[in-house]
């Protein structure tokens, strides 16, 4: 018996309408408008001892005039030829020999870098110098000119995270280059740095005009300091956040960071978040569960928590430190952050 295709009552006005660019809505509202977030990607973890050995050899492979770019991105396979570590964010490690220069430029995308073994390296933010040692965070605002530089006998590798995929996204993103002969731009010290160096105290007097935090480095050393001194939150991990000293708020306004240690002997408690989250273990060992998916974690891998997917974490042996970017800041930006907590 031929079974005949069920033809819906609309469909030749369906196809009317759609030869004239208009669509239904009655036909189309489940896809328009979800009932919850959908990310597209799962949680994924590249491993430290997976990544490491291609920054060696990047050395070898890359020409010094690349060296800028000499960065390796964590790309998530559920995005294909996009290149982008969540749908928001990329992370990245770059590796520098002594004596490399980061050429100077600036754009519309917000970025940072986090220093996992940087010590003796420099970036130079809008003509300040922002040593990088151990934990460090350096901010590098969108628009804000920047370079790099290795004055060490050593080779520097760093985490880098950035944002450009949403800033893409929106089609948003403009990049400028710098002049790569402009010595003047290497030549300077922490310049109005100090003024942002203690906890504080600000300077009194105009406020900054931009929307983004006026200081650009966070010593590693007073994370650390702070993380041992708080509390535990309502999850269960002392979480902190970098924040712009001038507002309260986020260091930039479409990007987030915060240091999170877990200590052993308890998992923290399920959250999901409308944001997506890039984690980057700073130190100790432990393991997540993220979704439908469990990873254990050591010493510089990083994994991400896609937007709207339950997570919890747990240290194991000691306690853990991470360090967390997120486009909370934009969401916030939006009035799009939702939280649960289980
Ligand atoms: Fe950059």
Redesign the pocket.
């Given at each position: 018996m031929a079974i005949i295709a069920e033809q819906r009552a609309d469909a030749s006005f369906v196809a009317a309408l759609e030869a004239a660019n208009l669509h239904p809505l009655w036909d189309r509202y489940q896809r328009i408008t979800p009932i919850r977030p959908q990310p597209q990607d799962a949680p994924f973890i590249w491993r430290w001892r997976d990544v490491e050995p291609f920054l060696h050899q990047a050395v070898k492979e890359v020409a010094i005039n690349d060296i800028e770019r000499r960065a390796l991105i964590l790309a998530h396979p559920a995005f294909g030829n996009d290149t982008t570590t969540t749908s928001t964010m990329l992370a990245a490690f770059t590796v520098l020999e002594p004596g490399d220069r980061a050429r100077p430029?600036?754009?519309t995308?917000a970025?940072i870098r986090f220093a996992t073994d940087a010590e003796g390296a420099a970036t130079i933010v809008n003509g300040r110098r922002c040593d990088m040692r151990a934990g460090d965070l350096i901010l590098?605002p969108p628009m804000c000119w920047?370079g790099h530089i290795n004055e060490s006998g050593r080779r520097i590798i760093w985490f880098d995270a950035?944002n450009m995929p949403l800033i893409r996204g929106l089609d948003a993103h403009f990049f400028e280059p710098g002049n790569p002969g402009a010595n003047d731009f290497w030549q300077v010290d922490e310049g109005d740095e100090r003024l942002w160096a203690e906890a504080g105290l600000a300077p009194d007097g105009p406020r900054a005009d931009s929307a983004h935090s006026p200081k650009y480095r966070y010593a590693g050393e007073a994370t650390r300091r702070m993380l041992a001194a708080m509390a535990p939150g309502p999850d269960g991990a002392r979480t902190l956040r970098y924040v712009n000293p001038a507002t309260g708020g986020a260091v930039m306004p479409t990007f987030d960071c915060a240091a999170m240690r877990l200590s052993p002997g308890g998992t923290t408690r399920k959250r999901r978040v409308t944001y997506n989250m890039i984690c980057l273990v700073v130190s100790g060992h432990g393991n997540s569960r993220i979704g439908e998916h469990a990873f254990d974690w050591s010493q510089h891998d990083v994994f991400t928590i896609p937007h709207w997917t339950w997570a919890s974490h747990r240290a194991v042996g000691g306690d853990a430190d991470l360090f967390v970017v997120s486009d909370r800041a934009a969401f916030e930006n939006l009035d799009l952050v939702r939280e649960e907590i289980e």
């Open positions: 430029h600036r754009h995308g970025a590098t920047h950035a």
